[in-house]
């Protein structure tokens, strides 16, 4: 039950969406308690709200009712450019189309988050050079996304999720779109980004063998968390 | 197999903006481009209507307009006399010593003055010119210093109502009447009596003669007679519809130059919208493409629908084009003719071949526009189009 | 800075969208530069009229005369500083029914007119040689250029207004102080036609076209005026009296409508600018929805999007804007050569640059608009369900 040590905490939270003023509730009274270093896996059937609920601890949409608090903010109270400035420090999301800018490249791509902060040019180039080392990617780091593939797409993109070291980690489908060989790589990842960097990861998925590797999971059905 | 009309339609429809814009560009184009075609239009007709192929006119040898050409009395006699010239009614000949020269006087609604021509006449100068019709008032008197008034100089210049004085060569004429020329040059100019005007300018020449003839074959005829005589050797005749077509080549001229710049430009840029527009439907739709050619659609199916698609757009943009264009026949404008140096007015006239040749620029701008698109779309490779979802 | 690559690259993924649009924009800075160019050439005369001169013609139009005798009269009332008069003669060179053989002939005093007028730089030898010979005249250099006279040659004019067969020793070749003079004129002796009226047409005797007056002090040039004017107000000839700019205005403003066109062309051509421009970028903006999306999860501000969009619509609107004004030049060039009768000044003036970038740089702003405020008011989830 809800438990205030939580890095992240949901409160009797509802969304609904307005189509030609019919009201579609998605998420009916959900509560939630994530704590620091937690490894979540969220599943259900398709239209199951799961999604919706991580857009909602990201940061990127907000509650019809109830409070999302992250780190001790409350989230829905912060204003559209607050939101922004605190999703680039506390975020990192990776999604299952991995979302890249094709125009340009991996280290371009994982240096995205790093403009909105202060650091010199020669720190910037630390940290992703780290993160891509991390993912094993530092051979490529010159490539265009359309010169890699899937699997290697993903790994920028996690690159790119952790290279500005936030607190916590969201992944919407992460190995949705990829083989079991490379599907097996990614997890291999976050299972690693959870237990030595004890990375806080929530992770939305399909795939009962991607759930395997969570610590918790919960499962959603017609709005409601079980 | 051919592709059903709907889906242009519709394709058209689901970029709502980027089709508007794309019309918008061109229907601004056809807009010019008509635009252009009535004015040169509007000048012609001002210009050429003005004359009737029977008259002739003498003017001073290489004067190129009335203003700067002079004929004495005994000259204007002796060319009086010609026996080609048609007698009237009256059993006189129908010929009309003139006098030309030009006043200032203040536009209505601004402080700017025009140059209007006025032109003294004789008797005959109404029969002469049976396009000219007195709309209010009455004939001024020969013998008086009354004076008519073309109907665009009523409209345009202040102090012009009916009974009003104007002030000029020293003296001062009563307004008497307005008179309609049928959009012709004489819509812009005052008329009263020559033998009136000649001793208040202090002119004691004739600036023009225009005479009926008996028949147009006769025109030969007195040229030949009158240059050759020693008398009148210095007078040279004229096709009055020769004549006033002329004053109007260095005005007409001009505006189709102007104008034909202005579409050449304007048709590119329009072009130009049309080829972006049309390439990115082609770059938006490579999956649908892909897939109808994998139905089995052939490749010159494909080039029909977007060369439709293309064509559709540039036609309804040509409607709204000469839509608005045809507003503009509402509007009449008032310049200096270059070569008469007086005031001349002319309109924006429609005619159905401007219509038909704005419609066809327009598709014509449509084909061309979305050719080479349509073009790219028609080439694709089946599985390099399915692909790049 | 990194918006600018960012901005760069995105305006080279369709590399020939990209191109087309700024070609359409090119053209269309070029024919704004170009018509504005010609509104402005209209009013040279205008602009190049001298601060302390004045005209001074008949009041009913100029075609009729003043008489020779207001000169001693006019430069007796106090203010005015020199005099000087002159007909215009008219003519015809050769056919007249190419107007590239017009150019203005104008009878002038040779003693006062051209010191009136310094802007016409007449060598001193050729000056004192057209001051001595009666029937010589001086010619302006474009014009010598462009009918191939040289000094000597013998230039034949058959009079309209004031008719016969006339033939002018060419003397003196003037050239314009600078580029706003008139170089096309061609200017005679007074006297010579004076005396030919005489022995021809003694009624045409002692008539002057219209007199020009400099004051010594620009503030007396109204109360001079009133003064000509009051003084032959009641005459056989009354006069109006006006600064050399009025005069000039009045001709253009007779040709006011005409300018007028070209003028609402020049605006119908930005419009077309706005067009084109913002077609590509309302595509490129919308194809771009879900990296927006991206990018905002990522932190980035709607000022950042708006920034990319507003890049890239400058990019491209500042490049096809400096195209196409360099283009004007040879354009204006080459139009110059064909029409030298018709615009004997014609200039790319300093005011159409200004116009051509601001119109340009404008839409690139314009066009980015839309297009952003779309972007920005975007939810992340719906662009991120966008398709593009």
Same mark, same amino acid.
């Given at each position: 039950m809800a438990q205030n040590n939580g890095i992240i905490t949901v409160q009797h939270v509802t969304k609904s969406y307005r189509r030609d003023s019919i009201e579609i509730p998605v998420l009916r009274d959900i509560s939630l308690d994530v704590p620091s270093g937690e490894f979540l896996a969220l599943m259900g059937p398709s239209g199951s709200g799961k999604t919706t609920l991580l857009n909602l601890i990201a940061g990127i949409d907000r509650p019809s009712a109830g409070k999302v608090v992250v780190n001790g903010a409350e989230?829905?109270?912060?204003g559209e450019s607050e939101l922004a400035q605190w999703r680039a420090r506390h975020v990192g999301f990776i999604f299952q189309f991995y979302?890249?800018? !094709?125009?340009? +490249?991996a280290y371009e791509n994982v240096e995205l988050p790093l403009l909105? &902060? #202060?650091? @010199?040019r020669k720190e910037k180039r630390e940290h992703v050079e780290a993160a891509l080392n991390l993912v094993g990617l530092g051979d490529r780091i010159h490539h265009y996304p359309k010169q890699l593939s899937g699997g290697q797409e993903q790994r920028v993109a996690i690159a790119r999720a952790i290279v500005s070291d936030p607190t916590i980690v969201v992944a919407d489908e992460? &190995? =949705?779109?990829?083989?079991k060989i490379s599907a097996q790589e990614i997890m291999d990842l976050l299972e690693r980004l959870n237990k030595e960097f004890k990375k806080t990861i929530v992770m939305v998925t399909h795939d009962p063998r991607a759930a395997e590797r969570a610590h918790q999971v919960r499962h959603l059905d017609k709005g409601e968390l079980n | 197999m051919k592709i059903p009309f709907s889906y242009t339609w519709r394709s058209l429809w689901t970029r709502k903006l980027t089709t508007v814009l794309t019309l918008g560009g061109i229907a601004l184009v056809v807009f010019v481009f008509a635009s252009v075609l009535m004015l040169s239009h509007g000048v012609e007709q001002t210009m050429v209507d003005t004359?009737?192929?029977?008259n002739a006119m003498a003017f001073?040898?290489?004067?190129?307009s009335e203003l700067v050409s002079q004929i004495d009395r005994d000259a204007a006699n002796i060319i009086k006399s010609a026996p080609e010239i048609a007698l009237g009614p009256d059993g006189k000949p129908v010929v009309s010593t003139e006098i030309v020269v030009i006043i200032n006087l203040h536009k209505k609604g601004s402080n700017d003055m025009g140059n209007i021509s006025v032109r003294g006449v004789s008797p005959a100068a109404m029969t002469l010119r !049976?396009?000219?019709?007195? /709309?209010?008032g009455q004939m001024f008197h020969f013998g008086s210093r009354e004076v008519i008034l073309g109907s665009n100089i009523a409209k345009q210049?202040?102090? $012009?109502?009916? *009974?009003s004085q104007l002030r000029f060569g020293d003296a001062y004429w009563t307004v008497v009447g307005y008179f309609d020329a *049928? *959009? &012709? =040059?004489?819509?812009s100019e005052i008329w009263g009596d020559v033998e009136q005007m000649m001793p208040a300018f202090g002119r %004691? /020449?004739?600036s023009s003669v225009t005479m009926h003839l #008996?028949?147009? @074959?006769?025109y030969d005829a007195l040229k030949a007679r009158i240059e050759k005589d020693p008398r009148t050797q210095y007078t040279e005749i004229k096709h009055e519809k020769v004549y006033y077509r002329e004053q109007s080549a260095l005005m007409s001229d001009f505006i189709k130059i102007m104008g034909l710049l202005v579409t050449i430009i304007f048709s590119i840029g329009a072009m130009i919208g049309a080829m972006i527009t049309m390439y990115a439907a082609v770059a938006n739709r490579t999956v649908e493409i892909g897939t109808m050619r994998a139905i089995g659609f052939r490749r010159r199916s494909i080039l029909g629908a977007f060369l439709v698609e293309s064509v559709i757009l540039s036609f309804i943009g040509g409607c709204a084009g000469i839509a608005l264009a045809s507003l503009m026949s509402l509007v009449r404008i008032s310049t200096v003719?270059?070569? +008469?140096f007086s005031e001349l007015a002319f309109g924006f006239t429609l005619s159905p071949q401007i219509v038909v040749s704005a419609m066809v620029f327009s598709v014509v701008m449509g084909i061309v526009g979305g050719f080479l698109p349509a073009a790219r779309a028609a080439r694709m490779n089946i599985l390099e189009a399915l692909r790049s979802a | 800075m990194f918006i600018i690559r960012l901005v760069l690259k995105n305006a080279l993924r369709h590399k020939l969208r990209t191109l087309l649009t700024i070609l359409g924009i090119a053209i269309a800075v070029m024919s704004f530069g170009f018509m504005r160019t010609i509104v402005t050439a209209w009013y040279a005369g205008v602009e190049s009229s001298a601060a302390n001169r004045m005209i001074t013609r008949?009041? /009913?139009?100029?075609?009729f005369p003043l008489p020779y005798a207001y000169l001693q009269q006019i430069e007796?009332? %106090? =203010?005015?500083?020199e005099v000087s008069y002159a007909n215009w003669f008219g003519g015809v060179y050769k056919?007249?029914?190419?107007?590239?053989?017009?150019f203005p002939r104008i009878a002038i005093d040779p003693e006062t007119y051209l010191t009136l007028y310094p802007e016409f730089v007449v060598p001193a030898d050729q000056m004192a040689d057209f001051k001595r010979e009666r029937n010589s005249c001086v010619i302006g250099k474009k014009m010598a250029v462009q009918h191939g006279f040289k000094l000597g040659d013998i230039i034949p004019i058959e009079g309209d207004i004031y008719p016969g067969h006339w033939e002018f020793v060419v003397r003196g070749i003037y050239t314009g102080k600078?580029? $706003?003079?008139?170089?096309t004129q061609m200017f005679f002796h007074w006297d010579y036609l004076n005396e030919r009226m005489h022995v021809e047409? !003694?009624?045409?005797? =002692?008539? /002057? *076209?219209w007199y020009i007056l400099s004051v010594r002090?620009?503030?007396?040039m109204p109360r001079v005026a009133k003064e000509v004017d009051d003084r032959y107000q009641n005459s056989r000839a009354p006069t109006k009296t006006e600064t050399e700019r009025e005069f000039q205005q009045s001709f253009v403003s007779m040709s006011s409508a005409i300018i007028s066109s070209l003028e609402a062309v020049s605006y119908v051509i930005i419009g077309i600018i706005l067009l084109v421009l913002a077609n590509t970028i309302v595509m490129a903006a919308r194809e771009r929805t879900k990296e927006y999306a991206v990018l905002k999860t990522l932190g980035f501000s709607r000022f950042h999007i708006t920034g990319l969009i507003a890049g890239e619509s400058l990019l491209i609107a500042s490049l096809g804007g400096a195209i196409g004004l360099a283009l004007t030049f040879p354009l204006a060039r080459v139009f110059a050569a064909g029409f030298p009768t018709f615009f004997p000044i014609f200039n790319v003036e300093m005011i159409t640059i200004i116009l051509a970038v601001t119109v340009a740089l404008g839409a690139g702003i314009i066009a980015a608009v839309l297009p952003s405020a779309r972007a920005a008011r975007m939810p992340i989830v719906d662009g991120l369900r966008s398709i593009g």
């Open positions: 989230i829905g109270m912060l979302n890249l800018l !094709p125009v340009l +490249t909105l &902060t #202060k650091l @010199s992460p &190995t =949705g779109d990829l083989d | 004359g009737s192929d029977d001073r040898r290489s004067a190129n !049976p396009q000219v019709q007195i /709309v209010s210049f202040q102090g $012009t109502g009916i *009974g *049928g *959009g &012709t =040059g004489f819509d %004691p /020449v004739f #008996k028949s147009s @074959s006769d003719n270059f070569g +008469t | 008949q009041s /009913v139009s100029f075609i007796q009332i %106090p =203010g005015v500083n056919d007249q029914a190419d107007w590239n053989n017009f600078d580029a $706003t003079v008139d170089e047409s !003694p009624g045409r005797e =002692g008539n /002057v *076209g002090n620009a503030a007396d």
